[in-house]
Nanobody, 124 residues
Framework: QVQLVESGGGLVQAGGSLRLSCAASGRTFSTYAMAWFRQAPGKEREFVAAIRWSYGITYHADSVKGRFTISRDNAKNTVYLQMNSLKPEDTAVYYC?????????????????WGQGTQVTVFS
């Protein structure tokens, strides 16, 4: 099993920044990639960004490209999501996820473990 704990969410004014963290514990050696998803009220959960533990290869959704950056610290088993130029439409619960599959994927079904989520609220 892998446990994921997100932190760093909060309330921020439009144009501001936040950095989310996701600390992984347990059988982390079994995971190949990590990702961030988000779910806004009344909407489907959507992919935000993903990263491979090895080589740090990343994949960002078009909606956040240029504003959000996913990164990882292998020594700390932690993945980050740096969010800049935040917009009210970025308001959502942000979830961290881990995959044991060997393909970097944006599909929710590709991820085996999920955190509880952290709320991000952007006000104008």
């Amino acid at each position: 099993q892998v446990q994921l704990v997100e932190s760093g969410g909060g309330l921020v004014q439009a144009g501001g920044s936040l950095r989310l963290s996701c600390a992984a514990s347990g059988r982390t050696f079994s995971t190949y990639a990590m990702a961030w998803f988000r779910q806004a009220p009344g909407k489907e959960r959507e992919f935000v960004a993903a990263i491979r533990w090895s080589y740090g290869i990343t994949y960002h959704a078009d909606s956040v490209k240029g504003r959000f950056t996913i990164s990882r610290d292998n020594a700390k088993n932690t993945v980050y999501l740096q969010m800049n130029s935040l917009k009210p439409e970025d308001t959502a619960v942000y979830y961290c996820a881990a995959s044991t599959r060997t393909i970097l994927d944006r599909a929710q079904g590709a991820y085996d473990y999920w955190g509880q989520g952290t709320q991000v609220t952007v006000f104008s």
